[in-house]
Nanobody, 113 residues
Framework: QVQLVESGGGSVQAGSSLTLTCTAS????????MAWYRQAPGKEREFVAA?????????EYGDAVKGRFTISRDNNGMTAYLQMNSPRPDDTAIYCC?????WGQGTRVTVSS
């Protein structure tokens, strides 16, 4: 099976930047699409971004983060990043990494004004 571990969460001020990292392990993990989701207290899980495995230049973003966040992936496909530029307080949430049917534990991001 595939294991995912997120890191890089923390607290930042609005308008700064933060980069989250998702490290995958497991057979052929680098061939799968990887995606970031987030969930804020009292809200449903929200799609953030995704990057394909074999076509790593193909990306998709949720409307709430489009133009501000950037998803990328290492050449070996085992590590995905979420670059959070100009974060806002409403970006505060637990961010989780996923691929196929697997999910990471999540990392907390808090954005203060």
């Amino acid at each position: 099976q595939v294991q995912l571990v997120e890191s890089g969460g923390g607290s930042v001020q609005a308008g700064s930047s933060l980069t989250l990292t998702c490290t995958a392990s497991g057979r052929t993990a680098g061939s799968y699409t990887m995606a970031w989701y987030r969930q804020a207290p009292g809200k449903e899980r929200e799609f953030v971004a995704a990057v394909q495995g074999r076509r790593r230049n193909v990306t998709e973003y949720g409307d709430a983060v489009k133009g501000r966040f950037t998803i990328s992936r290492d050449n070996n496909g085992m590590t995905a990043y979420l670059q959070m530029n100009s974060p806002r307080p409403d970006d505060t949430a637990i961010y989780c990494c996923s691929t196929t049917t697997y999910w990471g534990q999540g990392t907390r991001v808090t954005v203060s004004s």
